[in-house]
């Protein structure tokens, strides 16, 4: 993820505070109460997730930097393997730091493509179509702002080729398991046969390193967690006192589940905006996030499940992490 200035027209904005308000109270409301993970993202979690990214403990980056950069030939060699042609897109393209390798890769051999980067922000999309062309001589770049699935339908009026998707960074693992599958189910169902999805998945290893990566050192990790109530009370007018909080990272070796909580350290009410007052009680949580972790088994049978075949799994030199690389059938 990169930094970006929020720039959405006052109407955009408003409604963007009205949609983050009703998610704010409806999970602060609910018996267990949790705050949905995609609200991090604001200017400053964008840096904090910058930081946590350099963070020694949190190893999916470096794993996931070395597959692209060191096996962009192998990876480029797959997608040349049936002859067809095809273009790249790429679901929430950020800065495009690791799908560059490919990219440039497969621009070096004259493979003929185009590359449409999907980003939710505008300024990302405005930033790669300024700076990667550069970067990739030859590069032809389609950026489009949006939804996901608003851009992939937009996509397909645009592009007549085979279609292959990147969905990198473990972003999928922000998704419980039955969300991933509805998730992938919705993209198989906006794809053809022969179409593909290269997909990064963090994989299940020893427990105490999965914890260390949500629980790093020096607490960027925690700041980043308790940047959430700290952006609710910016721009929501909310009293959070974040000392009366503290950060709980939890992993479950069984199911791969690695949830992140705030925990209450007292009884306490805070209050939103004019109307609504929450009531917390002492040790009562916040569930604010899953970083859902797999085995292969589990990656073939969400790939079958969901309407795609595994055709090669990347891995990094330790084996932690893998781009998974499956077909449409
Ligand atoms: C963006 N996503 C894949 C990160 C993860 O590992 O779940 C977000 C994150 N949360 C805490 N640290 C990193």
Redesign the pocket.
């Known amino acids: 993820m990169t930094v970006i200035p929020i720039t959405l027209a006052p109407g955009k904005r408003r409604a963007a505070i009205e949609n983050f308000y009703q998610d704010v109270v409806r999970g602060l409301t609910a018996p267990q109460k949790y705050l949905d993970s995609k609200y991090f993202y604001d200017a400053k979690g964008d840096a904090l997730?910058q930081e946590?990214m350099q963070c020694h403990e949190?190893y999916?980056t470096g794993c996931e930097m070395e597959i692209l950069s060191s096996q962009a030939a192998a990876i480029a060699a797959e997608l040349c393997s049936s002859g067809e042609a095809f273009d790249i897109i790429e679901l929430g393209a950020g800065d495009a730091t690791k799908s560059i390798h490919l990219l440039k890769y497969l621009a070096e051999k004259g493979v003929d493509y185009t590359y449409y980067p999907i980003d939710i922000s505008k300024n990302v999309i405005s930033l790669l179509e300024k700076t990667l062309p550069a970067n990739v001589p030859g590069l032809k770049l389609h950026g489009l702002n949006g939804e996901y699935f608003d851009m992939l339908k937009r996509v397909g009026n645009l592009s007549t080729r085979k279609k292959v998707l990147l969905f990198m960074?473990?972003?999928i693992?922000?998704f419980n398991v039955a969300a991933a599958r509805s998730f992938c189910r919705e993209l198989r169902s906006m794809l053809s046969p022969g179409d593909r999805l290269l997909t990064g998945f963090?994989l299940k290893k020893h427990p105490q390193m999965i914890l260390s990566a949500?629980n790093d050192g020096a607490g960027i990790?925690r700041a980043?967690n308790f940047n959430l109530l700290e952006r609710i009370n910016r721009e929501l007018d909310a009293d959070f006192d974040i000392s009366r909080f503290d950060h709980f990272p939890t992993y479950d070796p069984g199911t791969g589940a690695c949830k992140?909580y705030l925990v209450s350290l007292a009884n306490q009410k805070v209050r939103i905006g004019d109307d609504v007052v929450i009531t917390f009680a002492e040790h009562e949580t916040i569930y604010m996030?899953i970083?859902q972790k797999y085995s292969l088994p589990e990656i073939a049978q969400l790939a079958a499940t969901s309407g795609f075949e595994p055709v090669t799994y990347f891995f990094d030199s330790k084996r932690w992490f893998t781009d998974c690389l499956w077909e449409c059938y």
């Open positions: 997730f946590i949190y999916l960074g473990a972003n693992g922000n963090d949500y990790t980043f992140s996030e970083s």
